[in-house]
């Protein structure tokens, strides 16, 4: 896929000025001298709480629950990375899903994708339903069954795209279309993208959600998320909402994330090459009965994910001739593809979703295949993974 990126431009004033590449603008995105110091880096302001000038006033910071300077940094970046307005960032993907949803009350329906990450079901159907939101799931890689689906009371259109685990890609652009028809917003969880392959905003949606757990921070060892957005009343309302719930993240989770969002762009890159190449390799393998992967002629939304997503991710998924014993058996052989959840690590992993990233949807008509492998392809050589995806393959003869 060829880069179909416009150049970033930083929403922060004082470098409004600058209209940077994505590679760019990852580097430099939120990072100002420390005004104390002058160290180059966001320091970690590991603080509770700030010392007042006089009361009633601050100098932009009282109680790190409210706001904290490395958060600050962290939040700029994002924005200025999405392109948006605002950004707000919390303890966890779930957290941010959480909070995005309060701004839809009790009788308002939301439409959602059939194919969509565990947690988020979980928290659709046996949290939020029990506060009196109503959920439709529904295709959202057919616009028609979107449309459809919409009704009066309709406030939210939630899509994931690419979806988790099977990869459906949507067409952000019409599916907001449909949204703003109905008076509705639209929200995308860019997570499997990340904004350096995909930046939903700029394609009509209203909210972008991220698990910055994955792509963003990019090495396993944070957990956070966040939402993107250009409008100033929604903004605001979900401000009170991140201060009041009081789900955020502590800075140095802030301090990590921003670590690891400087070589976004880099990772990403080494992603997509070698999850290609390794789509390819399965793709051609007797064993394994069908690949799914957006880079790939074969996907049923190739030619709207290269429209809409600049590279076609890391995350590959497949099945097997063998069915779930057979993906039992390859996912428990891997040596560099370790079997744990989450993704979007620099290592990689397998995993069989149906048994563990969605085993709450099991028994449901969102139930995901029990043979289906998830594979999240890290930065290693692609040689070596390949390696290991043939041997353990090899142990199904």
Request: net charge negative; charged share 15%; glycine share 8%.
């Amino acid at each position: 896929m060829e880069e179909n990126h416009d150049p970033v431009t930083s929403n922060n004033p004082s470098m409004a000025e600058n209209t940077w590449q994505f590679e760019t603008a990852t580097v430099h995105a939120g990072l100002h001298p420390d005004p104390a110091t002058g160290a180059i880096m966001t320091p970690i302001y590991q603080t509770s709480t700030f010392v007042l000038p006089d009361i009633g006033e601050s100098k932009g910071f009282d109680y790190s629950r409210g706001d904290n300077p490395t958060r600050s940094a962290l939040q700029e970046a994002l924005a200025t990375l999405e392109g948006g307005n605002y950004a707000l960032s919390f303890a966890s993907g779930m957290a941010a899903t959480d909070t995005l949803l309060r701004l839809v009350k009790p009788g308002d329906h939301v439409v959602a994708g059939n194919v969509l990450y565990g947690g988020t079901y979980r928290l659709f159907q046996q949290i939020l339903t029990s506060y009196g939101l109503e959920f439709s799931f529904v295709d959202t890689t057919d616009p028609q069954a979107i449309e459809q689906a919409m009704r009066p009371q309709t406030k939210l259109v939630w899509l994931e795209t690419p979806s988790n685990p099977l990869l459906k890609v949507s067409d952000i652009r019409r599916a907001a279309k449909i949204a703003h028809s109905f008076d509705a917003w639209l929200a995308v969880d860019n997570t499997f993208a990340s904004p350096a392959l995909q930046r939903p905003l700029a394609l009509g949606a209203d909210f972008v959600v991220h698990s910055t757990t994955k792509y963003i921070g990019g090495h396993s060892d944070i957990i956070g998320g966040a939402i993107i957005l250009d409008e100033e009343a929604a903004y605001e309302q979900l401000k009170l909402l991140q201060k009041a719930v009081g789900a955020v993240p502590g800075p140095m989770d802030c301090y990590l994330t921003l670590r690891g969002l400087r070589t976004l762009a880099l990772r990403m890159k080494a992603h997509c090459q070698n999850a290609l190449q390794v789509a390819q390799y399965l793709a051609d393998h007797p064993a394994v009965a069908q690949v799914t992967y957006p880079g790939l002629d074969s996907h049923p939304q190739h030619k709207i994910a290269r429209r809409q997503m600049s590279a076609p991710g890391g995350m590959v998924s497949l099945t097997l001739h063998g069915a779930e014993q057979a993906a039992r058996t390859v996912a428990t052989k891997t040596k560099l593809f370790t079997l744990a959840v989450s993704l979007g690590g620099v290592e990689s992993l397998i995993e069989l979703p149906a048994s563990l990233t969605h085993a709450t949807m099991v028994d449901t008509p969102l139930a995901i295949d029990p043979g289906l492998i998830r594979l999240s392809v890290g930065i290693e050589n692609v040689d070596d993974l390949i390696a290991d995806l043939r041997q353990a393959l090899a142990a199904l003869n």
